[in-house]
């Protein structure tokens, strides 16, 4: 089955760096645009970065442009987010998303279980 899990998630003190991991199993990882959200408490969650299938292609939510990078390596698997630069607003459950082509017209999502990005000021 599919399954998403994120690691590296942890506190911080404002301006630092973190590099969040997602290994995804269970499905044809190189083929699937990953994305990363994050939530905050009170909050909807909200996109944070996307990744086309190969690598080349690469979206961000204008609060983190600049700061935020999304990699991919698909001979592990793996979708990264390193963060830098780390502000208290960007404290949030970080998860990780795939959007699966299940049959040629139907798609489902895909959650991780999370991980916690605290940035303390």
């Known amino acids: 089955q599919v399954q998403l899990v994120e690691s590296g998630g942890g506190l911080v003190q404002a301006g630092g760096s973190l590099r969040l991991s997602c290994a995804a199993s269970?499905?044809?990882?190189?083929?699937?645009?990953m994305s990363w959200y994050r939530q905050a408490p009170g909050k909807e969650r909200e996109l944070v970065a996307t990744i086309g299938s190969a690598g080349g292609s690469t979206n961000y939510a204008r609060s983190v442009k600049g700061r935020v990078t999304i990699s991919r390596d698909n001979a592990k698997n793996t979708v990264y987010l390193q963060m830098n630069t780390l502000k208290p607003e960007d404290t949030a459950v970080y998860y990780c998303?795939?959007?699966?082509?299940?049959?040629?017209?139907?798609?489902?999502?895909?959650w991780g279980q999370g991980t916690q990005v605290t940035v303390s000021s």
């Open positions: 269970g499905f044809t990882f190189s083929s699937t645009i």
């Open positions: 998303n795939a959007v699966i082509w299940v049959t040629k017209v139907e798609v489902k999502t895909y």
